[in-house]
């Protein structure tokens, strides 16, 4: 999917797009009530930030050499799901509001790509920020903890499965690298499916 040479607009166009889905999740608990990304400075679109330089620019690299497609993974904005209004479901809201908004990023720059014309390097630069943003919102919206979409099921799964996803999230992003690395080969084939199907549907 993405080649080691694509490196020149794949790190700006991570920087970007995980900077903004971080400072929506921050912008959507803050408006939900919580003021904890505020307190922690994450109450802003300076990418910088939002960015880990392991996780968000070394981990992509390595995981494009291997697999052909970044594991975006940002600092996770920090937030009170017992502060936010509306309880597990405002907590939900905060969750999906990252992956959303990677969703309509992606569908404007493809609007850019389909009805106007870029020299090449600014084309290649929004072509590979829209397939960034449409991976982003795949892989967020997976409902495995802590990926985003884990906080919508959280709010409409039963406690037994609420306990379990709890004890899931106490380890972090390790536990996501080291599910993603052992279930791959399984769960390539479904996100490649959605990834093509929707780069289709946005760019014809």
Sequence with gaps: ?????DLIYVIPALIISLGIHEATHAYTAHALGDNTALNAGRL???PLKHINLYATIILPVITIALFGFPMLIAKPVPFNPYKVKFGEYG???VGISGPLINLVMAIITAIFLRFLTFPFDIEKFLLIFTELNVISFIINMIPIPPLDGSRLLYALAPRELQKIMNRIESFGYLAILAIFLLVFNFIYAPIDYCYVHLMNVLLG
Aim: hydrophobic share 65%; proline share 0%.
């Design 1 to 5: 999917m993405f080649t080691i040479s």
């Design 44 to 46: 802003t679109l300076n």
């Design 91 to 93: 907590a939900a809201l």
